[in-house]
């Protein structure tokens, strides 16, 4: 199975700042690739898919890019909502995996 | 709007068994390929179980192969999991989440439900 490596496991940072968070495959993925955004105590949203296409209703300062196998979500400046665990998964193809997780402090 | 709720979680003893049901609203149920994924507490997410849009098509991770059981009912719009010989790691939020894609999965998921706790306890 294609593991999935997020770094960093945490991170902290201001509002306003820029935030960058990887996650790498263990084989090439192409593009099929999401990131959802958990807050405490919620269900999971998905926030980007497809490595770069913004879900409908998620804010511009979130980003997607890459392919292969790197990867990166970039929050572009940190709104206090942000606060939340972020995961890249993989999509197209099963067993669906999930990276273990970014914890955003702010 | 897109309304996924989940039912069913309790504690129960390990080797016993617990049916979860996820009730849809807001979207053509029939179209949707589902998804229950889990949640240990202060863990990661883990998908546990896709079935197909007309459950023709069934998926597992491999803890979970032999002792669940994913199905749906298009008529009443509910997709279920059917948890045998549960375990102590089987303790978890599970959600049921809806793929994007339509008819055939493309293992993206757009809309989630609240979850519910299983707990498994002696």
């Known amino acids: 199975d294609i593991q999935m490596t997020q770094s960093p496991s945490s991170v902290s940072a201001f509002v306003g700042d820029r935030v960058t968070i990887t996650c790498r495959a263990s084989q090439s993925i192409g593009i099929y690739l999401n990131w959802y955004q958990q807050r405490p105590g919620k269900a999971p949203k998905l926030l980007i898919f497809v490595a770069s296409r913004l879900q409908s209703g998620v804010p511009s300062r979130f980003s997607g890019s890459g392919s292969g196998t790197d990867f990166t979500l970039t929050i572009s400046s940190l709104q206090p909502e942000d606060f939340a665990t972020y995961y890249c998964q993989r999509s197209y193809s099963i067993p669906i995996t999930f990276g273990q997780g970014t914890r955003l402090e702010i | 709007q897109v309304q996924l709720v989940e039912s069913g979680g309790a504690v129960v003893q390990p080797g016993r068994s617990l049916r979860l049901s996820c009730s849809a609203s807001g979207f053509t149920f029939r179209s949707y390929a589902l998804h229950w994924v889990r949640q240990a507490p202060g863990k990661g997410l883990e998908w546990v179980a896709l079935?197909?849009?007309?459950?023709?098509?069934?998926y597992y991770t491999d803890s979970v192969k032999g002792r669940f059981t994913i199905s749906r009912d298009n008529a009443k719009n509910t997709v279920y999991l059917q948890m045998n010989s549960l375990r102590l790691e089987d303790t978890a939020v599970y959600y049921c989440?809806?793929?994007?894609?339509?008819?055939?999965?493309?293992?993206?998921?757009?809309?989630w439900g609240q979850g519910t706790l299983v707990t498994v306890s002696s």
């Open positions: 989440a809806r793929d994007f894609g339509v008819p055939e999965p493309i293992h993206m998921l757009d809309y």
């Open positions: 079935i197909s849009y007309d459950g023709s098509s069934i």
